[in-house]
């Protein structure tokens, strides 16, 4: 059974970087045409897409993050990880790991997701 | 970017009630589409996907329909653990994007 695990700092302060780690159990990230993914949900909100990453190592982000995220993998570790740049308060929320099916392309798995606080 | 709207944002419900839930894309998504529920502090879980098909474990009562810019979810007879936040995702194209959430509340 595939399992995926957040880890990194709850709280940042404003303008830092936020720097979060998904290590996957349970399978290979290398799996053919497996994708992986980071959402986020502000306290109280809806899901938000942050970006996704190719086994390969292709990304793909949302617009309105895109010149503030960069994620990768790192297939030694069987991990992939999210930088966002420049956070704000705006930028508080949980953060979601999940694997994108490779045949249905929707999010099949999920970690359980961590807080991550922005403040000074 | 692919808009999806939901509606209603939440209902009140009581157990054994039949619940619809609606998604429309802002353009054709074929049926590129999957349902998620989402109980509080815990992750999303994938119901359905490719519009109308059921994810593996997820129980018979719940269905979903349509192609193109409408969809439904439906669940023909509420039960307590159901209670909770559904979300659609289109998964047509990059930017992926949600619906808002609907919440199915306790009536």
């Excluded at chain 2, 009630?17 to 815990?42: E, F, H, M």
């Excluded at chain 2, 439904?72 to 936040?85: G, R, V, Y």
């Amino acid at each position: 059974q595939l399992q995926l695990q957040e880890s990194g700092p709850g709280l940042v302060k404003p303008s830092e970087t936020l720097s979060l780690t998904c290590t996957v159990s349970g399978g290979s990230i290398s799996s053919s045409s497996s994708y992986w993914g980071w959402i986020r949900q502000p306290p109280g909100k809806g899901l938000e897409w942050i970006g996704s990453v190719y086994y390969s190592g292709s990304t793909y982000y949302n617009p309105s993050l895109k010149s503030r995220v960069t994620i990768a993998v790192d297939t030694s570790m069987n991990q992939f990880s999210l930088k966002l740049s420049s956070v704000t308060a705006a930028d508080t929320a949980v953060y979601y790991c999940a694997r994108r099916s490779p045949t249905t392309w929707d999010f099949d798995y999920w970690g359980q997701g961590t807080l991550v606080t922005v403040s000074s | 970017d692919i808009q999806m709207t939901q509606s209603p944002s939440s209902v009140s419900a009581s157990v054994g009630d039949r619940v619809t839930i609606t998604c429309r894309a802002s353009q054709g998504i074929s049926n590129w589409l999957g349902w998620y529920q989402q109980k509080p502090g815990k992750a999303p879980k994938l119901l359905m996907y490719a519009a109308s098909s059921l994810q593996s474990g997820v129980p018979s009562r719940f269905s979903g329909s349509g192609s193109g810019t409408d969809f439904t979810l439906t669940i023909s007879s509420l039960q307590p653990e159901d209670f909770a936040t559904y979300y659609c995702q289109q998964t047509h194209s990059f930017p992926l994007t949600f619906g808002g959430g609907t919440r199915v509340e306790i009536k």
